[in-house]
């Protein structure tokens, strides 16, 4: 184990970058992951980290040493102790449980992608800057069973940490492709593009959602740009009854995604929807 406990060590140096910066992520290909449930998803998928970052305090902890020792059998996992000062600089959250990883960014062929636009299921996210509705949609997702999520330039950097923790290990369960051209994405999908869309005259209940489906959301404020409605391939709104106006991007994703999975899994009680 190394101990560290001086702020001009290269190694915390590396990580406050990597916490702080989208840039530092995709130049080294690298990302934190804080907690103890998200290593071991990752450890699951993909196998053991580059490194174990832990508090000195963390290493009381029972998760934290069976994570420990775990790790020990793996010579490629480096374990790096931090003093609770300096691993409090590094951690994305405010009260820390103490254990972090150094990871290695995985390509979308090593989450084992099925052919992305050839599915049944997928999502596009068009300027979705908030990295906590990006990790909620990414979760969401992963459990209505979608393979495929393409994010537009200006979406929240997918890999930051603060996205993988309101992820919560989804990240490892579906093919995630950045900076994706949507209109193209759209134009090549073989089925349905489905636009959630404000001002759209058409009821999520009342539209068919079965079959090969890709459902588009966009920024919070803005909605989609003209161009992705315009390659939609019919665009969908939520009723909602009171004074509400809209959902957030990440209740609005999961209630689309939750009515797919409601129509799959009762076609018996979908008989009425039009069909288009």
């Not at 596009?124 to 495929?148: C, F, H, K, Y």
């Not at 404020?221 to 939609?232: E, I, P, T, Y």
């Not at 899994?265 to 009425?272: A, D, F, H, R, Y």
């Amino acid at each position: 184990m190394k101990f560290i406990t001086s702020r001009d060590n290269p190694i915390f140096r590396q990580l406050v970058k990597l916490k702080e910066s989208a840039r530092q992520r995709r130049t080294a290909e690298q990302t934190l992951l804080d907690g103890v449930h998200l290593i071991d998803a990752y450890n699951l998928a993909l196998g053991p980290p580059q490194a174990l970052i832990v508090s000195e305090s963390g290493l009381e902890n029972a998760e934290i040493r069976r994570l420990q020792a775990e790790q020990s059998i793996n010579a490629g996992t480096e374990v790096v102790v931090l003093s609770d000062a300096l691993f409090r600089e590094v951690s994305p959250v405010k009260t820390p449980i103490g254990v972090m990883a150094l990871i290695s960014i995985p390509e979308s062929t090593i989450l084992m992608c099925k052919g992305g636009r050839g599915e049944s299921f997928c999502v596009l996210l068009e300027a979705i800057q908030d990295p906590g509705n990006v990790g909620s949609i990414l979760r969401s997702a992963v459990a209505a069973g979608a393979s495929d999520i393409y994010l537009s330039d200006g979406c929240a950097d997918v890999w930051s940490p603060k996205t993988l923790r309101a992820a919560m290990g989804a990240h490892f369960s579906i093919c995630i492709h950045e900076q994706s051209d949507l209109v193209e994405v759209a134009r090549a999908f073989n089925g349905r593009v489905i636009a959630a869309s404000l001002k759209a005259k058409n009821s999520l209940y009342q539209t068919r959602l079965t079959g090969p489906v890709a459902l588009v959301f966009g920024n919070e404020g803005m909605g989609l740009s003209d161009a992705m409605l315009q390659a939609a391939s019919e665009q969908i709104s939520i009723p909602m009854q009171g004074r509400t106006e809209s959902l957030n991007a990440a209740a609005a994703a999961a209630v689309c995604f939750f009515e797919r999975v409601r129509q799959i899994k009762q076609p018996e009680c979908s008989t009425w929807f039009r069909v288009s």
